[in-house]
């Protein structure tokens, strides 16, 4: 009965219809007599004569509506009977598949980083990644650029995550180039934003993401002799971690990704991107493989200068020559420091005078004689004052290196399996083995099939405020050359601009629009007992103004991760955002006044009589301080005053 009137209903409307249009023509019909004409019943059946023909016409019309209205109403008695009989299918097996389910866990296509409690990892606070003035940006959680301590960090060394015959998805959503920090921290914001996302990372190390920091600051303390195996260290405080990121539990397989239901990250180890397709949004790797994507972040970092004396030498001296960069390159030298007598260090910037602190200290246990050379006339020479830069050098002497400044390389021959290295003032240095630190090189290789620029000053992918190189190309990490709005044009090398513009270049992919004003810092320590972080433009041909105090026995790196917790200073220093500091209500000395006892303090870097960047030496987690100056670009007619809103003369 219930279906009898659901047809009446339906086909109601077609009957009425198709009555009013027969009664409007037999209206229209009648229209030329001003009435409407009395038809014989005869003349209907035999032929035209009274209008006949008109009357086929009206048979045709209701003919054609019924016929239609039949026709609907089949069907729709027979959608509503499978319709009908689908819910009833539906409702029928849903007590058989809950039964089913109910004792079984959900499987996670991403299982979940590993808890601080379990591993004592230390998570990592929100960087001030570049939110907009007007409206900060949510915090996005970064346990993971803490790398986790346990045993299931660990990665089997040398070994490619990436098997020979993995399938590589030809398609990925978000397409991640390079396999570092930044892009590691790309991943994260993306996933973040995008819970479901599916993010793909494609690096040409058989690693997956790791910190580089460690590589020449606390690995090389370690008292663990399989350190090179366990890639795992004591920090300054005393905790152990890992140098991954995370461990290999928390990615995905590559060739999973596509059928992930919740998305997750995967990593391409091995492979290298040798061509990229703006247009075609797809890149080739080096295996000729495709992949397309829709957007894509460029964080390919930088490849280490050489010498081209070195360069031009032979195989013979190249092949004794350490370029530093990556973890087998710290293996390398770890295993070749243990079995010669000399190894000399060519470079006095950051990453050259931290191993030759690190292997003076190891000289002590054995016989192997430390040397570094440069041009400069003190450690970081180009970085600090020259006081300073002369205190820093005779730090690194106490360590039982053999210091060579002022030196200028003129050739390198190998000659009875020792390397002779003749300086332009003739001076002539053997050894058994070379460390080249001398700078790094954007790498931009992709700049010419992608026709992107490269900024000719600076070096790096010109990128907007956004990191935005092209349309759904962003880049991020050492080979992002960007705007700064205090600062000019600036590219930086360092572990927190890598963490920050990587995070934010990772929430622009997912349509953020947040433009980068962080000023990221850097640090580094000459061992233990000497550090220093550093924020802006520090550069020692400009004007430099110094307030020292005594130091005290909490002033040193290993008491600042001691307080924090963290190793990786960045992670602790960037906690905060310093709107009024307290400024110390001890009166300060005279600047500069301490001849030869630079224990801790601040140096300020001027330009235009305004404050440029900041070193803050043997001074820990006030690094927000030093931002916000920097950030207000104001000048100061004290700055002895300035310096009070660090603390350096409290005990």
């Known amino acids: 009965m219930l279906k009898c009137r659901n047809v009446w209903k339906k086909l109601a409307p077609l009957a009425r219809a198709s009555s009013t249009v027969c009664r409007q023509n037999v209206r229209r019909v009648g229209l030329p007599n001003g009435r409407i004409p009395r038809v014989p019943v005869a003349h209907m059946s035999t032929g035209p004569t009274g209008g006949g023909g008109e009357n086929h016409l009206y048979v045709l019309l209701v003919g054609a509506a019924c016929l239609g209205g039949g ?55 929100e960087t001030q990644a570049a939110p907009s003035p007007e409206e900060p940006s949510p915090p996005v959680p970064d346990v993971e650029l803490a790398a986790a301590p346990s045993e299931t960090a660990e990665l089997p060394p040398g070994v490619d995550s990436t098997p020979a015959s993995l399938k590589v998805p030809s398609h990925t959503p978000y397409l991640l180039i390079g396999g570092g920090t930044a892009s590691f921290a790309a991943a994260r914001s993306i996933r973040a934003r995008d819970p479901g996302a599916k993010v793909l990372i494609v690096t040409d190390e058989p690693d997956l993401p790791y910190m580089r920091p460690p590589l020449s600051k606390e690995l090389w303390f370690s008292d663990d002799p399989s350190v090179t195996e366990t890639l795992r260290f004591k920090q300054w405080n005393g905790k152990e971690r890992s ?67 070195i360069e031009r030498a032979g195989e013979e001296v190249t092949q004794k020559t350490t370029l530093f960069r990556k973890i087998e390159d710290f293996k390398s030298l770890d295993k070749v420091t243990r079995n010669i007598k000399s190894v000399t260090i060519i470079g006095g910037g950051f990453l050259g005078s931290e191993l030759a602190c690190a292997l003076g200290r190891r000289s002590h246990e054995s016989d192997l004689e430390v040397i570094q050379m440069y041009p400069e006339k003190g450690n970081m020479g180009k970085v600090l004052p020259e006081y300073l830069s002369n205190w820093t050098t005779e730090k690194v002497k106490r360590e039982g290196v053999k210091v060579i400044t002022e030196a200028l390389v003129k050739s390198v021959t190998c000659k009875d399996d020792k390397l002779e290295i003749q300086l332009k003032d003739g001076r002539l240095v053997k050894t058994d083995h070379i460390v080249a630190a001398v700078g790094l090189e954007p790498n931009v290789d992709l700049a010419k099939s992608a026709g992107l620029e490269v900024d000719s000053d600076f070096g790096g992918y010109r990128v907007n405020a956004e990191l935005q190189a092209r349309s759904n190309i962003w880049v991020a990490g050492d080979a992002a050359c960007f705007y700064d709005i205090r600062l000019g044009r600036r590219r930086v090398e360092h572990h927190d601009h890598a963490v920050v513009s990587g995070r934010l270049a990772g929430e622009n992919m997912t349509g953020a629009n947040k433009p980068y004003w962080h000023q990221s810092m850097f640090w580094s320590d000459l061992g233990p007992d000497v550090g220093y972080e550093a924020i802006g433009i520090v550069d020692s041909s400009l004007p430099t103004v110094g307030v020292f105090a005594k130091a005290t026995a909490k002033d040193t790196p290993k008491a600042a991760t001691e307080q924090s ?26 600047m500069e006044q301490h001849k030869d006892d630079y224990g801790k303090g601040v140096i300020f870097y001027l330009r235009d009589k305004v404050v440029v960047g900041i070193i803050l030496w043997n001074v820990f987690n006030r690094m927000p301080i030093a931002r916000k100056i920097i950030k207000d670009g104001e000048e100061h007619a004290d700055l002895n005053e300035v310096a009070k809103l660090f603390n350096i003369h409290e005990d």
């Open 243 to 309: 140098i991954y990121f995370q461990p290999a539990s928390f990615y995905i397989n590559p060739e999973e990704l596509d059928s992930a239901e919740n998305g997750g990250v995967a990593v391409l180890t091995g492979k290298k991107v040798v061509q990229m397709d703006v247009r075609g949004n797809k890149v080739k790797l080096d295996d000729e493989t495709e992949i397309s994507y829709d957007k894509c972040l460029i964080a390919t970092g930088g490849v280490p200068r050489n010498l081209q004396v």
């Open 71 to 125: 026709i609907y109403a089949y069907q729709t008695i027979k959608g509503d009977q499978q319709r009908y009989q689908d819910r009833i299918n539906e409702i029928s097996s849903r007590s058989q598949k809950a039964a089913t389910e109910e004792p079984t866990t959900p499987i996670q296509s991403e299982p979940p980083a590993v808890k601080a409690s379990e591993t004592e990892a230390v998570p990592e606070p």
């Open 565 to 590: 917790g963290t190793g990786i200073r960045s992670e602790s220093e960037t906690e905060d955002t310093a709107t009024s500091p307290v400024a110390s209500s001890t009166p300060a000395p005279a």
